[in-house]
Structure formats: C-alpha cells, structure tokens
C-alpha cells in the first residue's frame, strides 16, 4: 500500500523568508511519481510539478525549488522569498506506475497549511 | 483554453436522498477522476474513468457509482446519503489515464 505523511499541519511566516515543506512516502514499486499540488482558499487544487522515480535531479522553477531524496523517501518543497500569495494549503502526492494497469491513482498527504503574513 | 467545469458549485441535501455531480475534463483529455475531500484532509481516490471504462475504484460504499459518457464528460452519484458524505468533491482530468492530473474548483457537497 501507498502512503504519503506531511508531518507539517500548519507553516507560519514572515513575507520574504524561506519556507520549506516536508514530504515522506511509502511505496512498494519502483517506478512511480511524486507531485505536488497547491489549494488556494478557493478550493481547486492548483498542479505544480510532477517527478518521476527515477529522476532524482533537484528543479527550480522560480521561486519554488524541489529537493528528491530517494534513499530517505522524500520530497520536500521549498518556496524563496515567500509572498501573500503563497498563502495556501500544499498537499504532496503519489501515483505508481503498476505496468499491468491502466490507472493512475493519486493517494495524497494530509496537506501543508501555509500562511505567509505581509 | 477552458479548464476542468464542474456542476453544481455549492449542494445541499438530507440525508436519505440521491445527488448527482458533473464534470466536464479539459478539452482533449480522455480521462477523468473523482475524488472527495473532507475539511481538514487530502482528497481521497473514489474513481478513475478512461475511454468510458472504470479503470480504478478506491474504498467506498456502493452507493457511490460513476460513468464517463462518449463526449468524456462524467457523472458521479451517490445514494442512500449520509452525513459523512459532506465533503467538497473534486474531479480531475488527464490526456490518457496515467498522465498529470489537472482538478477542477470541486463542488461543496452539504447533507443536513
């Protein structure tokens, strides 16, 4: 079975500071992918990026940067130079490849609320 | 280019009745997922649907069925509805079944 632990509840911070979001998951196959996703109070959960297993290069993609550590099971998210806007709840993701399915399920984290005060 | 539409926006029901959800999946895509999100958690898998096939069913009661229709829209119903049935529900469309997944704005399911 899948599973995917955001230990962070809840991230506090200043406008400007760093804020990183712990991601740890369990699967049993070895070829699945990770994902993040972020849910502004409207409601729609937002992509923004997906990583497959056997690529563990580091990305940044603006201010947002992943770090993909196999060996510890992790994923984790980091937002530079934070901004109101950022202020949402971010949920990490998993989806294995099981090569005899069609399907592509998303088992989810329990979601980082982070709140970024000006 | 349109997103993920999803109908109704807000619904409220007693307990007891039926409701049916809609999705409408980004143009082009050929799969949809339903998921369903309770307050103060991560979405939960109900359905995969892809070429009007199920392809992957999570943990739930029977009283949550679903179908995808020719133009790849789908519909989600639940029956015999319970409280804990409140939930927002999220629906989610992908190119093919195990492509990126891309949610729509969820409808906000209330049973009273």
């Known amino acids: 079975a899948q599973k995917v632990t955001q230990a962070q509840t809840e991230i506090s911070v200043v406008e400007k500071e760093d804020v990183t979001l712990d991601c740890v998951y369990e699967t049993r196959d070895t070829t699945y992918y990770l994902f993040w996703y972020k849910q502004p109070p409207s409601g729609e959960l937002v992509f923004l990026i997906r990583?497959?297993?056997?690529?563990?290069q580091n990305e940044i993609s603006g201010r947002y940067s992943w770090n993909f550590q196999k060996s510890t099971s992790s994923f984790n998210f980091t937002i530079t130079a934070s901004q109101v806007v950022d202020s949402a709840v971010y949920f990490c993701a998993l989806s294995e490849a099981d090569r005899g399915a069609a399907g592509n399920k998303l088992t989810f984290g329990g979601g980082t609320r982070v709140l970024v005060k000006p | 280019d349109a997103g993920v539409t999803q109908s109704p926006t807000h619904l409220i029901k007693t307990r007891g009745q039926h409701v049916t959800l809609r999705c409408s999946p980004i143009s082009g895509h050929k799969s949809v997922s339903w998921y369903q999100q309770v307050l103060g958690q991560g979405p939960q898998f109900i359905f995969q649907y892809y070429e009007k096939e199920e392809r992957g069913r999570g943990n739930f009661p029977d009283r949550f069925s679903a179908r995808q229709f020719p133009n790849y829209s789908s519909e989600l119903n639940v029956n015999a509805l319970l409280l804990g049935d409140s939930a927002l529900y999220l629906c989610a469309s992908s190119l093919m079944a195990r492509d990126t997944q891309y949610f729509g704005p969820g409808t906000r399911l209330t049973v009273l």
């Open positions: 990583r497959n297993s056997f690529d563990e």
